[in-house]
């Protein structure tokens, strides 16, 4: 039924602009679902005029523009003309910086649509909160729209859901027999899977990899129990390092960056460290350390991140002490 409440509350508010976001540095699930979940609001209420923005989007996600008839603008929006903001693959308003706290002094209908963990904050602002955390990515979440309509998508929005769905997955490594089921539909309604997944291999620049380098250097190592734990900090690609410090061998990671007083945390773990602790990051770590730098934090089960104030010791030294309080004594 969600996608019917959206409707419901446009056809409520008689809604002529709807405003749809998605978060900083948007990746391609964000820009992918707000792409069809737009085409799908105009082909079912054709006289809505709709905006798309985020406040910085990826470079793997402006490589993909080049693919798709994708208009988003990094602009700031004029949210007084909205009479609805949505919210794409987004769970808390900070992840719209800088434009969070401007959206949170409006009176107009919030709807978010996301696949993380719910956060309370969230939930409270949202007129619409329209979340799966078993979906394994908001592009899987968008599709069901269509699927609960009966409809299908054309052949560029089902190339823009399987991107979107290809990458948050990362490569299907991640997806569930539904996600395959998904992928499957799409590739019928005539998706190129082979020609899409290519276009997800951006070429790594040398910026990206002496960040990784850098995140080497600066690397703390700590065993809690059978845990090897990584936390580092560089200035920029902290989710690109932490991915790689997992690819070398660490079963938990945290990489901490910092910019005018404010601070940005990438959270990532294996899938056995997960199963085997039941520590889900987005909610165990992500949340509670977003809350202890003054900020928000949530995500996944195995990927999160925190956005908030202070200094990157300080972001690594409440990260470490969360783990400990949820993990054996460590041996350093």
């Not at 056995?272 to 934090?297: C, N, S, V």
């Amino acid at each position: 039924m969600a996608i019917r409440e959206i409707l419901a509350l446009t056809d409520k508010v008689g809604a002529k602009r709807v405003l749809i976001l998605c978060h900083h540095n948007a990746d391609p699930d964000a820009v992918c679902s707000a792409y069809a979940f737009e085409r799908l609001l105009k082909r079912l209420r054709p006289r809505i005029r709709t905006d798309v923005r985020a406040p910085s989007i990826s470079k793997l996600s402006k490589a993909l523009l080049d693919s798709l008839p994708i208009k988003i603008s990094v602009d700031q929006p004029p949210f007084e003309k909205a009479d609805i903001i949505v919210m794409m693959d987004t769970n808390t308003v900070q992840q719209l910086e800088p434009w969070g706290s401007l959206i949170t002094g409006l009176s107009v209908p919030l709807i978010f649509i996301d696949h993380h963990a719910s956060h309370p904050e969230t939930v409270k602002i949202a007129e619409l909160y329209i979340s799966d955390e078993e979906a394994s990515s908001t592009c899987e979440i968008v599709y069901g729209f269509y699927k609960e309509l009966g409809l299908k998508p054309t052949a560029e929005e089902a190339k823009a859901l399987f991107l979107g769905i290809s990458f948050d997955t990362k490569h299907f490594i991640l997806a569930t027999s539904k996600t395959f089921r998904i992928a499957a539909d799409l590739i019928e309604e005539g998706v190129d899977a082979q020609e899409a997944l290519s276009l997800l291999a951006l070429p790594m620049d040398a910026s990206e990899r002496i960040a990784r380098l850098k995140a080497c250097q600066r690397l703390k190592i700590l065993r809690l129990g059978e845990w090897i734990i990584a936390l580092t900090h560089i200035g920029a690609y902290q989710a690109s390092a932490a991915r790689a410090l997992i690819d070398m061998g660490a079963h938990l990671t945290v990489v901490a960056g910092e910019k005018d007083g404010e601070v940005q945390v990438s959270l990532r773990s294996s899938r056995e460290f997960y199963e085997k602790t039941g520590i889900h990051l987005g909610r165990d770590l992500a949340k509670p350390l977003g809350e202890r730098l003054r900020g928000m934090g949530g995500g996944h089960s195995t990927s999160a991140g925190v956005n908030g104030f202070g200094r990157v010791e300080e972001a690594l030294e409440e990260a470490e002490r969360i783990l400990k309080e949820n993990l054996p004594t460590s041996e350093q």
